[in-house]
């Protein structure tokens, strides 16, 4: 089924056989017990919470309980280690933890480098015969280089849930060595790193199965702390030069489907918060207020983010209604050049619009912005720190990083800001992210002192701003 988003069409071309077998593990039912173990790492991140929101980087998260649900679903016995609780000085401990898997998948994302480097070579070094394989973000963005740089076999590229069903039946089922044949993978040959056809994105949502919670070690907490991340779309088809997303087109689940996996999400987690995590929440309004309507029905309370295209006097008293507790929007910069610049798609008065309508519905509002951005000038960030000591919201800022697979990241390798990329992919992995002074890639023509003078008078605001709100 395809479906179509604000006129386009959000995923063309014939469905992959793989997702005919994700729909039928789609109901209650999964299939019989194979006698095989999957582990699923996730690793450990050094980066700093935002007050408040610590559950956001250190309760379970949406993709990976995705990826391990299906693994449970295909009948495997799973084993999910995570590595966020205990740091990851401890690859010995976390070696161990792993010895009885037949398999071992590690998630990697911009911060987890250094980790995989260590664990996959430990791994190897306890069991030389036993697959090892990467997936997510990370190495999906540069699969040659972390194949290279780390001891893992082969990686899973992009949306992982098709792949996985082909890969796991290949290697666990049959034995199969050439893996060349099956869509979505990167992997290590004799002959270098090889990438095989690029998998098609799944093409309707509604195939994948519910969430499973259980698969997380610390099930418990999570149905006592009532907070978990969904969303009702996957991709966002927008091109901003900074992004780090890896999975472009935007899917929609039905409504139906939607409600459906609330109802039993509440069910099993007894969440009674979420932050909904849809990349592109309000690309099409009408169905944005819709799924409102679900959370509300259900009694839950959220947050969401935002585009500040289109957000209306109605769409906000929506949210205000529904249980919404506050909407992020990125902004970015106040600079109409720098958004241009940046692919960013957005305008000035579509910004002011947007916050305007927000404190109109008396929405808590919080604006993203990015510090050092190309094109942003003294004046500019003079601008943007003016906006927002003015402005009737909270900032909340960061350092620009040019992030692996970003169109900024291969510009900062073609002007030489980035010349060692192993040695930035380290730098990524201590990265405090918060205030802290992490080191940056400048890609503007301003001083270094500049652009941190005016991160820290952002940041300045948004201590003042919130203990007033
Ligand atoms: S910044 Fe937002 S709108 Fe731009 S590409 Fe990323 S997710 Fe899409």
């Not at 099956?182 to 969430?211: C, E, H, S, Y």
């Not at 040695?423 to 940056?440: C, H, P, T, W």
């Not at 400048?442 to 003078?453: C, F, K, V």
């Amino acid at each position: 089924m395809t479906r179509h988003v604000n006129g386009t069409l959000s995923c063309a071309g014939p469905a992959d056989p793989c997702e005919r077998v994700l729909a039928g593990l789609a109901g209650k039912s999964g299939r019989a017990a194979r006698g095989k173990t999957v582990a699923l790492v996730i690793p450990p991140s050094p980066q700093l919470p935002t007050p408040g929101r610590e559950f956001l980087i250190s309760g379970p998260f949406e993709g990976f309980t995705a990826v391990a649900t299906l693994i449970k679903k295909l009948g495997y016995t799973l084993k999910v280690l995570d590595c966020r609780p205990a740091g990851g000085e401890n690859t010995g401990r976390a070696v161990k933890e792993l010895a009885a898997a037949d398999i071992v998948g590690i998630a990697t994302y911009c911060d987890s480098f250094i980790f995989l480097q260590a664990l996959t070579k430990a791994l190897k070094q306890a069991r030389p015969e036993r697959l090892v394989f990467l997936g997510g973000p990370l190495v999906s963005s540069l699969p040659e280089l972390l194949l290279d740089s780390t001891a893992a076999h082969c990686a899973v590229l992009g949306e992982a849930e098709l792949t996985l069903i082909e890969f796991l039946d290949a290697v666990l089922e049959r034995g199969q060595n050439d893996l060349s044949g099956i869509k979505g993978m990167a992997l290590k040959t004799a002959a270098g790193v090889k990438l095989t056809a690029p998998r098609p994105q799944i093409q309707d949502l509604d195939n994948l199965p519910f969430p499973d919670y259980t698969v997380w070690p610390n099930y418990e907490e999570i149905v006592k702390a009532g907070q978990i991340i969904i969303s009702s779309s996957r991709g966002c088809p927008c091109a901003c030069s900074f992004c780090y997303k890896t999975i472009p087109a935007l899917r929609v689940k039905s409504l139906e489907r939607f409600e459906l996996e609330v109802a039993h999400l509440k069910e099993t987690t007894n969440f009674g918060y979420t932050w909904l995590n849809d990349l592109t929440f309000n690309a099409d309004a009408p169905r944005a207020m819709a799924v409102c309507g679900i959370l509300r029905r259900h009694g839950v309370k959220y947050h969401c983010f935002a585009r500040v295209t289109g957000v209306s006097a109605a769409f906000a008293e929506k949210l205000k209604r529904t249980g919404c507790q506050g909407v992020w929007f990125g902004i970015e910069s106040y600079d109409q050049a720098v958004l241009n610049l940046s692919r960013k798609g957005t305008t000035i008065a579509q910004i002011d619009a947007a916050l305007a309508a927000a404190a109109g519905a008396g929405l808590q509002a919080r604006g993203l912005f990015i510090v050092g951005l190309p094109g942003e000038t003294k004046n500019s960030l003079k601008g943007m720190l003016d906006f927002i000591r003015k402005g009737d919201f909270i900032p909340l800022v960061k350092y620009l990083v040019p992030f692996p697979g970003t169109a900024l990241y291969a510009d900062a390798l073609r002007t030489g800001r980035i010349a060692d990329t192993v040695g930035f992919l380290r730098e990524l992995s201590a990265r405090r992210v918060g205030d802290n002074d992490d080191k940056i890639v400048n890609m503007t023509g301003l001083g270094e002192g500049l652009l941190r003078d005016f991160f820290h008078r952002i940041w300045e605001l948004t201590r003042e701003k919130e203990a007033v709100s």
